[in-house]
């Protein structure tokens, strides 16, 4: 007859040893980083790594590593910086756009120069 305490041992060894695996695999996975994007104005839109992310202002979890932002909006010239994002920390990143100057179309199809704010009472 088997020792049943002799088995129980052997369980305790194989479950403690998954654990063991699953907790060193689960502490090498890398808690992400943040990336924080203020925009002057609210119309911009926040690309990341050359994939959209949304108007206005963000606030973006990214994994650790390099990564490359854009804001664009139509009639401004485009930002664009490289960061470095740290594990558990927030980068800061602020996109002030500036006029281009050129003359692009508005919602309601009426010529607007870029940079000037105009009204919905605008003929």
């Known amino acids: 007859m088997r020792n049943p305490l002799l088995a129980f041992n052997a369980l305790f060894v194989v479950l ?69 994002i740290t594990s558990g920390e927030t980068t800061s990143v602020a996109a002030n756009l500036e006029p281009d100057g050129s003359v692009v179309s508005g919602p309601s199809q009426h010529l607007v120069e870029a940079g000037t704010n105009c009204s919905s009472s605008d003929p």
């Open 16 to 84: 403690g040893a998954i654990a063991l695996a699953s907790s060193a695999a689960y502490a090498q996975e890398p808690k992400p980083g943040k990336l924080k994007v203020s925009v002057s104005r609210p119309e911009p839109y926040t690309f990341v790594d050359e994939k959209a992310i949304g108007p206005g202002s963000q606030s973006i979890p990214l994994p650790e590593g390099k990564h490359s932002v854009t804001v664009a909006n139509y009639g401004f010239k485009s930002f664009r910086q490289d960061v470095s």
